[in-house]
């Protein structure tokens, strides 16, 4: 069970963690203006919030909950260089791997939180394990805009 979670894991990390490094520093503060993208995250924005949501999804697969600045739609406030958001993405990856790890098949659909049992909200181990892929991915795609919006061809599709 977590060998197959963790597939997954490592090929959204490798499409996650080339695409932020491929955007220049000076790039990480872009976010499209025209048409209908107001308000939008900027790219350092886009990866802070992906890296947050990946911890704050490996806590809870862990049965934890997840700190502020998990918690938080932004992630920490002290991160702001390219360096400091590629480290803060990485760790969110390396704590997602760490955390599939402990997924066996007797604990992979029993809740996490037992507060949580009798909601409509993700409780589950696997739940949280996709959730953390299958949100990466949508902000995968919003990265991959960027850097083509940018003229720049996206690691993926290099050849």
């Known amino acids: 069970?977590?060998?197959?979670?963790?597939?997954?894991i490592s090929n959204t990390e490798n499409d996650?963690?080339?695409?932020a490094d491929a955007m220049p520093e000076e790039k990480y503060d872009f976010r499209p203006t025209a048409g209908e993208f107001v308000g939008v995250r900027t790219f350092a924005q886009q990866v802070k919030h992906l890296a947050a949501n990946n911890y704050r999804m490996a806590a809870h697969v862990l049965g934890q909950p997840a700190t502020a600045d998990q918690e938080s739609e932004t992630g920490?406030?002290?991160?702001?260089?390219?360096?400091?958001?590629?480290?803060?993405?990485?760790?969110?990856?390396?704590?997602?791997?760490?955390?599939v790890a402990t997924i066996t098949l007797g604990n992979a659909l029993s809740p996490a939180f037992p507060e949580r049992v009798e909601t409509a909200r993700q409780n589950t181990r696997v739940q949280f394990a996709v959730d953390a892929v299958a949100h990466s991915y949508d902000h995968y795609g919003q990265m991959v805009e960027y850097?083509?919006?940018?003229?720049?061809?996206?690691?993926?599709?290099?050849?």
């Open 1 to 8: 069970m977590s060998q197959a979670l963790d597939f997954w």
């Open 16 to 19: 996650v963690v080339s695409t």
């Open 76 to 99: 920490p406030g002290d991160v702001q260089s390219k360096a400091q958001i590629m480290d803060y993405l990485r760790g969110s990856f390396s704590a997602l791997h760490q955390s």
């Open 147 to 159: 850097l083509r919006m940018n003229g720049i061809v996206p690691p993926a599709s290099r050849n």
